[in-house]
């Protein structure tokens, strides 16, 4: 889908039926085929095909999405998020194309906006969640934010300068489509001991996740940037926002779940690794 180059005027978003170029028109982005897709009053448009928009795994929902928004809005993570602004801005050229892959709420997002506004460019986000993408159009007002699946981008080839991918669903043939040559992509995953002490309490037996340095097709790996911190949850809304915000909070056995719950005060290790990618020449 959507092969040819958006000239800079218009939306960083294309047609998801026919591929052109979108436009916005009154509360509406349109194409020249006569395609149009309705902004909601949040800002947001859903550009998902029809035949996507029932899918078994709809994103995440409406409780998710709070638990993270209260969990970020503690300001817990945000070194990882000044971590992402000056990558954004070393490896920003002037008025980069800035697409948030898997945008979650927007937290990240709202950031990296404005390095990029600064920078006189300007940013997209998607996500297969509605409720996502309603918050994060609240927060990214100056952002253009899609309800769409990161295997099937709304963006035209080669147009994005730098692609974000923090804990969301990995698209690497996709990424790199969209991306233009000499682009980056920065990739966050866990660290070995993300969130060690969580899973300590929720699984008898806590499994390190794996660190790779995986090589993925028309990319280069340039660097892992580790980025690590520790934190001390007071309260048990936090603690439990930390965990409904995580995909433990479907696997966790009962009686782990129930030993949280019963904490009011934990101290917590995050650990993120950020992969700098370069696509090719
Ligand atoms: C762990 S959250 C990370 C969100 C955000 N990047 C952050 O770090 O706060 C993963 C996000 O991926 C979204 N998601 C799941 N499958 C997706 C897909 N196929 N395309 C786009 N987003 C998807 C979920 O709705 C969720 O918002
Ligand atoms: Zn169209």
């Given at each position: ?8 005027s ?16 009154d509360?509406?982005?349109?194409c ?28 995440d ?46 937290y ?21 969640s ?87 097709p028309g ?55 950020i ?7």
């Amino acid at each position: 889908m959507c092969e040819q180059s958006t000239p800079l005027s218009g939306s960083v978003f294309c047609c998801p039926v026919c591929g052109a170029a979108l436009t916005r028109k009154d509360r509406s982005l349109c194409c020249t085929a006569g395609h149009c897709f309705d902004l909601a009053k949040e800002g947001y448009v859903n550009l998902l095909p029809a035949n996507y928009r029932h899918s078994a795994s709809p994103g995440d929902d409406r409780e998710m999405v709070a638990a993270r928004t209260r969990f970020l809005d503690g300001g817990w993570y945000a070194p990882l998020r000044e971590k992402l602004c000056a990558l954004a801005e070393q490896v920003s050229g002037p008025a980069p194309v800035l697409l948030d892959a898997g945008c979650g709420e927007g937290y990240y997002t709202a950031a990296l906006d404005e390095t990029v506004q600064r920078l006189g460019g300007r940013t997209a986000g998607v996500d297969l969640s509605k409720s996502a993408a309603r918050k994060a159009a609240k927060r990214c007002p100056s952002a253009e934010i899609a309800v769409s699946s990161v295997y099937r981008l709304p963006v035209p080839a080669a147009s994005v300068d730098l692609l974000i991918n923090c804990f969301s669903p990995l698209a690497t043939e996709e990424f790199a489509r969209v991306l233009k040559p000499g682009g980056y992509f920065l990739y966050v995953v866990p660290g070995a001991k993300h969130l060690w002490e969580l899973k300590s309490i929720l699984y008898d037996e806590p499994y390190e996740n794996e660190e790779k340095r995986e090589a993925y097709p028309g990319f280069h790996l340039m660097e892992v940037e580790p980025v690590e911190m520790s934190f001390t949850l007071r309260d048990a809304e936090s603690i439990q926002a930390l965990f409904h915000m995580t995909p433990y909070t479907w696997k966790t056995p009962k009686h782990g779940a129930e030993r949280l719950a019963e904490r009011n005060e934990l101290t917590v290790t995050a650990q993120f690794r950020i992969h700098e990618y370069r696509r090719e020449r």
